[in-house]
């Protein structure tokens, strides 16, 4: 699960999926978002993927909080 310390995020990258894996805008823009939080703090959250979002700029493009949730 993505949601914890122990998440499952670095297996996903070791395997090769990366933001060019995603077909919509929303998913790539979140998936920025988790790989963000993850890098910053290590943990992956709707809440942290929300700041990272907002920090960005990119909330309303990822489909906004509603889309996030």
Do not use: N
Request: glycine letters at 12%; charged letters at 20%.
């Amino acid at each position: 699960m993505l949601q914890s310390r122990d998440g499952c995020l670095p297996e996903c990258q070791k395997l090769g999926i990366s933001v060019g894996s995603f077909y919509t805008l929303q998913h790539k823009v979140v998936y920025r978002g988790i790989v963000s939080a993850w890098e910053s703090i290590g943990l992956v959250d709707q809440v942290t993927v929300e700041t990272k979002l907002r920090e960005a700029g990119t909330l309303a493009e990822a489909g906004g909080l509603a889309y996030l949730a």
